[in-house]
């Protein structure tokens, strides 16, 4: 099932043909094979000529969208991205360009949700379509974006990949300091307290609601809740928990199962609190 496309119309039937055709090892617990579900998967259609350059048109409105950004003009940047995203051909560094101003775009608008989405939309391919600076000023965002989301874990997975592509980071690089702090949070006995809001899924079929967020801790309870929360699905590794919300609950996943990713289904704009023990 394709969910969703960085350009409509030209390789969804390619894509299920594709898929159709792989096979899997089973997942295992304690020897034995488990169904998974929720799995997901980019796949990249590309020419073997493919390269981070951009044609000149497209670098020319991407220069005015930037710059109607940086004088907020934001009406006028949403006129030019939508102008570029209306084109049905597009080269492999247009498509990852345009995601990471999509991203600089609600940045600017200050939701952080957007910006989260679109920023890990063009990591998929930034490492092979952008060039090594805008692929590491990329990753710095998502390192902020995630961190401004309490997805600690996350940032730091990102920061590590910083590492990797850079080498070497100086003392007195700024992203060393959000990182130092990230890490004090995530070692503190303190309650990490999450506000979320229930919303349409970017990429899934339509009227799936839900807020999502990836676990730092393997406690926590989802409480102040305004609207309406049915059910709770909580996503480690291959395993896969699907509970009724229950506001009295103190919820815990065992440590062995690794990073644990939440999905809270309810109603469009309900607002919750999710801490973290």
């Not at 390269?51 to 109607?68: D, I, L, P, Q």
């Not at 600089?104 to 063009?122: C, F, I, K, P």
């Not at 919300?245 to 440590?255: D, F, H, M, R, T």
Request: charged share 20%; proline share 2%.
């Amino acid at each position: 099932m394709v969910l969703n496309a960085s350009i409509v119309g030209y390789f969804e039937k390619e894509a299920i043909k594709t898929v159709s055709t792989w096979t899997y090892q089973p997942a295992t617990w304690n020897g034995n094979p488990v169904a998974q579900a929720n799995m997901t998967a980019s796949i990249i259609f590309t020419m073997t000529n493919s390269n981070v350059e951009v044609t000149g048109s497209f670098r020319s409105n991407y220069e005015k969208a930037n710059t109607a950004i940086l004088g907020g003009d934001l009406s006028g940047a949403k006129s030019i991205i939508d102008k570029l995203d209306s084109g049905k051909k597009k080269r492999l560094s247009e498509v990852c360009h345009l995601d990471i101003l999509k991203a600089t775009y609600w940045q600017s608008r200050g939701d952080n949700a957007e910006t989260l989405h679109y920023v890990n939309r063009a990591l998929v391919i930034a490492d092979v379509a952008v060039s090594n600076d805008m692929y590491t000023s990329l990753l710095r965002q998502a390192i902020a974006a995630e961190e401004a989301s309490h997805n600690y874990i996350s940032a730091l997975n990102h920061y590590k990949t910083l590492l990797e592509v850079e080498g070497d980071i100086s003392a007195d690089d700024p992203i060393r300091g959000v990182v130092k702090q990230i890490e004090e949070v995530i070692g503190s006995e303190g309650a990490i307290v999450t506000n979320g809001k229930i919303s349409q899924c970017a990429d899934c079929l339509p009227d799936t609601l839900y807020w999502h967020h990836f676990l730092n801790r393997n406690r926590f309870s989802i409480a102040q809740v305004t609207g309406e929360v049915g059910e709770i699905e909580i996503l480690c590794g291959f395993q896969s928990v699907s509970l009724i919300y229950n506001p009295e609950a103190i919820l815990s996943v065992e440590k062995d199962w690794g990073q644990c990713y939440l999905r809270v289904f309810g109603e469009q704009g309900t607002i919750l609190q999710l801490t973290e023990f």
